[in-house]
């Protein structure tokens, strides 16, 4: 294997799988979702994360993907939409595809959100 895509909603699996990869030398795009409704729409934001096997545990160190089970089961009260789940997926190719210099611009992006609220991105770059 030489590439991977993760997405899993538990922390600790998350972390495990993290791990191991780092430890084989395998680059991988790892993605989360957070949405939730207290009264009223659908607030939220995807997120695709890079992780280089030169510098994954770098990235790892940095917290930008959740390493730990939440203290609830957020399973039983979070929210799936088919739409934003492929929303997700989708960025996580754009991203792979990206880096693999299929679409223009830097290499040194590593980190994408999209905020559902403002329909916004935002990018992280590696400095450098």
Known sequence: MTFAFVCVDKGSA???IIDLLITKGISFIDV???LSRKAGPIRGSMRATYFDKTNAAAVR???LVPKHDAKDDIYKTNIQ??????????????LYKKRLGFYEGED??????FELGDMRSLGQRHEG
């Open 32 to 34: 989360g979702m957070g």
């Open 14 to 16: 998350r972390a495990t």
């Open 108 to 113: 040194s992006l590593f980190n994408l959100l």
């Open 81 to 94: 939409i088919a739409e934003l789940n492929a929303l997700n997926a989708c960025l996580a190719v754009i």
């Open 61 to 63: 160190d940095m917290d």
